[in-house]
Structures are given as C-alpha cells and as structure tokens.
C-alpha cells in the first residue's frame, strides 16, 4: 500500500489543494483513510482505480 497525504494527491493529479477538498466534500474522490480529522491519506491503487473510472470513450458524429 502506497499512502499519499493531500498535498501528494494534488501534486500527482495536477491540481491544487482546494480541488481535492472539493472532490472529497462532493464525495467525487478516491477512497481516503481518515486518520485524523486533518490529516486523509489514499491509497495510490484506489488514486488510479478512482482515476480510470473517470475515462471517457469518445466517439465519432456522424458515423
């Protein structure tokens, strides 16, 4: 298991600190362990699981 503290997850999915708050208040993020009531690791699995959920298959108009 790979544990990763907010500050690591924003770095990794290229954002800032305030959009991973907003992810876990919409419930829109990876499982996290809640240690403290400050202090939420993921697990870097769960990062990439939560990730490839998000993918989208675009297709082509018109065909």
């Known amino acids: 298991m790979t544990l990763m ?5 924003a770095e990794y999915l290229g954002e800032n600190k305030r959009t991973i708050y907003r992810y876990i208040q ?3 993020c990876p499982r ?5 009531a ?3 690791k993921f697990d870097k699995a769960d990062v990439d699981a939560w990730l490839e959920s998000k ?7 018109g065909d």
Request: charged content about 35%.
């Open 32 to 36: 996290y362990i809640r240690l403290t």
């Open 5 to 9: 503290s907010v500050d690591e997850l």
């Open 38 to 40: 400050k202090n939420l």
């Open 55 to 61: 993918k989208v298959n675009p297709q082509k108009k």
């Open 26 to 28: 919409t419930g829109d």
